[in-house]
């Protein structure tokens, strides 16, 4: 017996603690065993390796890797535990020693010792975080590729994609940061965050393309975690201050289609742990799968923004040609029957060939103006019309002006001089000269210049003008400026309403603003009030009146004006406006008068409803 038992193999003298020790040492999953008062006995190797903490740091301890969220889940999970002896399957989550949120799969038994009472527990931790972490950046992909096309709009589709991005990654904000070429400026399109107030200023702001964590990524072409984004070397304060946001982490992945890099795909404030690889290969999955979505929608954008602007453009074409008709036939009409008049007045007086001659060349002129604009009607109803009646028509007319400076300068010297100094005099350049003017001053002065010209009118001025700095412009330059805003504020303007003018001082210059709480302007109408000759009357609605009476009808070429003004003298001319809720439509009436409109009760009815704001700057 004594020799039977000397040759027994070591392992067979083991216990049986060790012979556990010895399995659970090479177990890949983390194992751990808790005495009956939860604190730890034993953990392998696996464990220290997955959750950051050794035996000889936890031996008697309690492990601290409960999140505050599972706490409960845990209770009833040992409950559970101790009533069924074994728990397969059990999921919940698990802090690593560096804050670091696992996904955990828990299996665990009860152990008993040799009298058959409960000695504690041994529990096995599957890591799972990235097996769910796969499946979902799957799942979300194939989310994404079979819901994406079903945006049409550039908005809803990137709109879309953020919700995704911030939902699977946990992150408290994202955005699509789109590349302006032309202007070497990213823009946010959308920006989605838990503060919606955040997210609508975002879509406000535009900065440099080589600014930012943005940039960089523009530049390299690589994505690119900052853990602490307010020390980093890639901190550029501007966002978050215009924003009002404090972003403290960041993981922004480039979008790229073959040709070129459109833009960024951002994530910022990671709700749990730090960003990491795995975020930024799903982060780029993501850009790589909309890239060319986002590239074919904003081409279809920018398309369908042009066909707007080219019917926008035909309308107002449309327009200005039925003004142009109106402002023709009505004048050229009364001239042609006021010739008649004149010719029946003068027939058997003491007939002058001359005067006949006169007359008959003018009338000829008339009647072929009459029938250019019967011309200009056919065309717009798209009849048949050669451009050369039009041209010899324009010859003709040059023609006959050129022999009626004729007959005026016979007997008073070589008639081609008279010719070319009328001419010069009537068309030729003049250059105005710029001088240092107090804007307050000229302003005020201009002012009561004209209030005798609309003393007819019942509007209030309201001045709000402050002394400021010489401007450097010709006189007569300023005063059309003034004189056509405030022609135009008062024309827009109902009786009993009110128009603001202000003067005040700037760093950089001298600001001018004339402000109406009148009828407004459509945004189709904003669109091309500086570019062309547009009036914002429908031309059937338009009357010419007197300057200065509500809707009066004018040219449309005093804000066209200024703008060429604005180009040559070195200032800047912009207007915002808001079209009167109660009238939306161009062809929307207002009654001209705050007491005789159905909306408007009171003075501050009207001036809440719309209104007008030109700023000019000079610098």
Request: charged letters at 25%.
């Amino acid at each position: 017996m004594k020799n039977q038992s000397s040759s027994q193999s070591p392992i067979s003298c083991l216990s049986a603690e060790q012979r556990y020790r010895a399995f659970l040492k090479f177990l890949p999953d983390p194992v751990f065993v808790f005495n009956l008062d939860n604190t730890v006995s034993y953990l392998n190797p696996a464990f220290e390796k997955v959750f950051g903490w050794s035996l000889a740091e936890l031996e008697g301890a309690i492990v601290p890797f409960v999140p505050e969220s599972a706490k409960e889940q845990t209770r009833l999970g040992i409950e559970k535990l101790y009533s069924e002896k074994v728990i397969h399957g059990f999921e919940t989550q698990r802090l690593t020693r560096d804050g670091r949120l696992l996904d955990i799969v828990v299996d665990g038994a009860i152990f008993y010792d040799d009298q058959d009472r409960p000695a504690g527990q041994v529990i096995t931790l599957r890591d799972v975080t990235q097996e769910k972490r796969v499946t979902r950046t799957n799942q979300a992909l194939f989310r994404i590729a079979n819901s994406l096309y079903q945006y049409r709009k550039l908005e809803d589709r990137l709109e879309f994609i953020i919700k995704e991005v911030q939902d699977l990654l946990a992150v408290r904000g994202a955005s699509v940061i789109l590349l302006d070429e032309e202007k070497q400026e990213f823009y946010f399109p959308v920006a989605n965050y838990e503060d919606a107030g955040t997210g609508s200023r975002m879509r406000e702001i535009r900065f440099p393309a080589d600014k930012g964590v943005a940039g960089h990524v523009y530049r390299t072409g690589k994505p690119l975690i900052v853990p602490d984004y307010p020390l980093s070397p890639y901190y550029f304060p501007v966002v978050d201050m215009k924003a009002g946001y404090q972003t403290l982490n960041m993981l922004d992945v480039p979008i790229q289609i073959p040709e070129r890099m459109i833009g960024v795909l951002c994530a910022v404030n990671k709700k749990e742990g730090e960003f990491d690889q795995t975020d930024v290969e799903f982060l780029s999955a993501i850009a790589s799968a909309v890239a060319f979505p986002i590239e074919n929608a904003r081409i279809n954008a920018e398309l369908r923004l042009s066909y707007e602007e080219v019917q926008t453009l035909s309308r107002a074409k449309d327009r200005v040609i039925h003004h142009l008709s109106h402002e023709l036939k009505t004048p050229v009409s009364v001239l042609s029957a006021s010739l008649g008049l004149l010719e029946k007045k003068l027939s058997g007086k003491n007939e002058d060939p001359g005067i006949s001659r006169i007359l008959e060349r003018a009338q000829r002129s008339l009647t072929r103006i009459l029938d250019m604009q019967y011309q200009v009607q056919d065309i717009l109803r798209q009849r048949d019309y050669r451009a050369y009646n039009l041209l010899s028509a324009l010859m003709d007319n040059c023609s006959d002006v050129l022999e009626t400076l004729a007959d005026e300068t016979c007997g008073q010297g070589t008639a081609s001089q008279k010719i070319r100094n009328r001419i010069h005099e009537l068309f030729g350049p003049v250059e105005s000269v710029s001088e240092e003017i107090q804007l307050d001053v000229f302003t005020e002065n201009v002012i009561r210049e004209l209030e005798p010209r609309f003393s007819h009118r019942r509007c209030r001025i309201r001045r709000h003008i402050a002394p400021t700095p010489p401007v450097f412009i010709p006189k007569d330059v300023l005063y059309k400026i003034i004189e056509g805003l405030l022609r135009n504020a008062i024309e827009n303007t109902p009786d009993s309403g009110v128009i603001e003018i202000g003067i005040r001082g700037m760093a950089s210059g001298s600001e001018l603003e004339v402000r109406d709480f009148g009828i407004g302007i459509t945004a189709e109408n904003q669109k091309l009030i500086f570019e062309s000759q547009v009036t914002t009357a429908e031309p059937l609605q338009y009357a010419t009146r007197k300057p200065y009476d509500f809707h009066a009808g004018g040219k449309g070429f005093d804000l066209l004006r200024m703008k060429i003004f604005s180009e040559r003298y070195h200032f800047s001319i912009r207007m915002r406006s808001n079209r009167c809720i109660y009238i939306p439509e161009d062809t929307d009436l207002c009654p001209g008068d705050i007491h005789q409109c159905r909306h408007c009760k009171t003075l501050e009815d009207c001036m809440r409803s719309g209104g007008t704001t030109m700023t000019v700057n000079f610098i």
